[in-house]
């Protein structure tokens, strides 16, 4: 076997909900587009939470990320209560995955929009902010919670999106941040923008305070290409932003660490839609297009991409996106599978 | 005089940039609709600020603000670095002023908006989570803000959006927060919202996790009503919510407190449009009609509301409202007020 031919290991989990059905539909594209990988599966989330791992995910399983580098993660379900913290958080702060990138791209006409020109990519910062989980209850009546922006994550981050600008052709990057309130927090991250931006002369910079830029998002997202921000404003407007190109349930992303990658939908695990041959893959497979990027498979990624867009133009649509007089046929899950399959 | 005709003090501060056209403007318009206020006019930000007052504020104009307790104020530049704080957010803190009610109400067809039928009203708490400016540099790499949610402060702003729904005959209120990642100081958010909510058993309630629930807001405001959250979400969601309705030169804003109130556009001072009878001065006046209804002469905030609504429906636009084929005549500051005057 040639060095080119060679499969790369990946970790998958199938997660809950529609899990295991966009998975599936996920991994037959994929596969028969020619990805050379090895899928690894992992189970993660509620059952082992019950055992007894209080992150949801077994010692094997670690192993098996920290060995692959590469993780492709259906939705999970969040259990109810106690000291349960978001699985998704776990991972990204233990394998540092201090990038979330969500590129939000309309297809129009053929998935219904109000803003059919958006190409919007947000990066947002993966590990700081308050997602520390550094809480407490001070009194009865009081409590607190604990916002982080270090110059090193800052730098990481800010980097990292002109270097995709740089990448990807884009031509600039916008920085979302509220200094004007946050002054030392912010305030900082502002500055590092600035002072990063200086390395990237071919790119355009521009701030804005994250209010009115978020209303500028929402009202004219052309005048927007990478727009980078702290995590919590990044966790709202790129759900914001996702939305606006017609449906949370195509975009995909990528939380990308030094050593580690973890690819997933942005949508949920939809538990009500489950096990029906109902959910649209279309968010688990983009981010596994990423996927295929990120291990240096561009030619599969590209296949799969254009499959999926020519099938999309072909009205083959799920329930979520399909539109009277635009729409050819209503498909489920494995069928809209099929259909990208035949393209390929 | 009887007591019905008794005027009423106000405090006013002109502002910068457009604030004074715009406060010229309004006020002309509340006069000649027969407010009966008496106008006390203070002077406030870098004049004072530069005097030596931190806060942009003089001891005098705190005194007329105590003693009036009712303020309606234009937009102000916020003085450029150094140790001045926002002085929105002083004023806001020191009067305890703790609620933010900034209706977004869509005026269509006569003002362009993708969301014809909106009409959502953001209560935003207004003195708690990160505007408390505790904020520190830990190293020269490390920067921390303290986020603040308390039992008092919560339970106030959830019962004023729960009561002003009822004053409006507003059907249901919905709290946005992020209580799976800050799950002790927006779980403490939720909770009081949950057990303020049982003493409305007429008013509908709602939750959403502020990802999608803000991606919902974007796609389909028809889906709310009073929506209630933290402050910075608040801030951000109000930002957008106004842009949504076509513009956020039309949304006032109304900040209470349990003695003093502030009343302002959510716009800023703009100082490149200053000086030139081009800013539309509907943010303050619709602002001003809330003052109005707060101070009790529902009567002229009633022929206020009504004369500004036939302007805006004969088509007597300012430039930033103002489209080809809707709009009647261009006009400026000055000419709008007249035409409002005319209407009234
Ligand atoms: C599930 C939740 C913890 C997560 C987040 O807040 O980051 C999600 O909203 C996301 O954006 O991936
Ligand atoms: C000017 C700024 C401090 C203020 C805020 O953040 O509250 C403004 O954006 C607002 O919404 O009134």
Request: charged share 25%; hydrophobic share 40%.
């Amino acid at each position: 076997m040639t060095e080119e031919n060679k499969k790369v290991p990946i970790t998958v989990a199938y997660g809950d909900g529609i899990g295991p059905e966009i998975m599936d539909a996920t991994l037959r594209i994929i596969m028969a587009a020619g990805a050379r990988i090895e899928p690894e599966v992992i189970e993660i989330g509620e059952k082992a939470y019950l055992e007894g791992f209080s992150s949801g995910i077994r010692p094997e399983a670690w192993e098996s990320l920290r060995r692959t580098k590469v993780f492709l993660k259906a939705p999970i379900t969040t259990p109810q209560g106690g000291g349960y913290k978001s699985l998704n958080v776990t991972v990204r702060k233990t394998m540092g995955l201090f990038a979330n990138v969500r590129p939000c791209v309309s297809y129009y006409p053929f998935v219904k929009t109000k803003h059919p020109k958006m190409d919007v990519v947000i990066v947002r910062e993966n590990e700081e902010d308050t997602y520390g989980g550094i809480e407490h209850q001070q009194t009865t009546e009081v409590t607190q919670c604990l916002k982080l922006i270090t110059r090193p994550g800052t730098e990481k981050i800010i980097r990292y999106a002109f270097e995709y600008a740089r990448a990807y052709g884009r031509k600039k990057v916008t920085c979302f941040m509220k200094d004007n309130i946050m002054k030392i927090t912010d305030g900082l991250f502002h500055k590092i923008f600035d002072e990063v931006g200086q390395e990237y002369p071919d790119i355009e910079k521009e701030t804005w305070i994250i209010d009115i830029g978020a209303a500028k998002l929402v009202d004219t997202p052309e005048m927007f290409d990478v727009v980078v921000m702290p995590n919590l404003y990044g966790d709202i407007l790129s759900d914001v932003a996702a939305q606006m190109t017609g449906s949370v349930g195509i975009a995909g992303s990528a939380n990308i660490g030094e050593s580690v990658a973890m690819f997933e939908a942005i949508h949920g695990s939809a538990p009500r839609r489950a096990g029906q041959n109902l959910a649209n893959p279309s968010g688990l497979l983009l981010a596994a297009v990423q996927m295929l990027v990120h291990i240096g498979q561009n030619d599969v990624a590209t296949t799969v991409q254009n499959a999926w867009l020519k099938t999309i133009e072909d009205g083959i649509h799920t329930y979520d996106i399909y539109q009277e007089g635009i729409s050819k046929q209503k498909v489920g899950t494995r069928e809209f599978a099929d259909a990208v399959i035949q393209r390929l």
